[in-house]
């Protein structure tokens, strides 16, 4: 009886797991430079990841900013021309002036993650990024598409 349930729990579980999305997003400011003991575990570890490296305060300070992870995944189309992540943004100084910045793979991969960031003198001159919007390409063909809720 115990060996049917389970089999029913495994049954259920594995019928809730969809398709892997197309295009994802994930966000991570970087806004001071201290690691705090109160800090969430991940947060901490984020932290100590984007700032690795930075000996200086002035190198550390050019690590300030927002970053953005744009994970990707196109198994079919695999094969069917060279993909292109494009990551555009509008910052709170730079007004309605849309930025733009793109990360290319070969026609060969499946899936990926482009890193964009908008960090130091960008970041400090320009403002936070108050909009953006990605778009994955393959070939000339919108695979996916996601946007901030501000963006236009």
């Not at 049917?4 to 495994?10: A, I, N, Q």
């Not at 594995?14 to 398709?19: E, F, L, V």
């Not at 910045?101 to 908008?118: L, N, Q, R, S, Y």
Request: hydrophobic share 40%.
């Amino acid at each position: 009886m115990n060996r049917c349930y389970s089999l029913l729990g495994v049954i259920l579980l594995s019928s809730c797991a969809g398709p892997p999305e197309t295009l994802v997003v994930k966000q991570f400011q970087l806004r001071d430079q201290v690691t705090n003991s109160s800090d969430e575990p991940l947060v901490k570890m984020e932290k100590e990841r984007r700032l690795h490296g930075a000996v200086s305060m002035a190198e550390r300070r050019n690590k300030l900013g927002q970053y953005y992870a744009l994970i990707w995944n196109d198994s079919a189309g695999a094969g069917q021309g060279e993909v292109e992540v494009i990551f555009q943004y509008q910052q709170g100084a730079s007004a309605s002036l849309v930025k733009r910045m793109v990360h290319g793979f070969p026609a060969v991969d499946a899936k990926g993650t482009a890193e964009f960031a908008i960090i130091g003198d960008d970041y400090f001159k320009n403002g936070k990024v108050l909009a953006w919007k990605a778009t994955l390409l393959r070939g000339k063909r919108v695979i996916g598409t996601r946007q901030s809720y501000l963006w236009q």
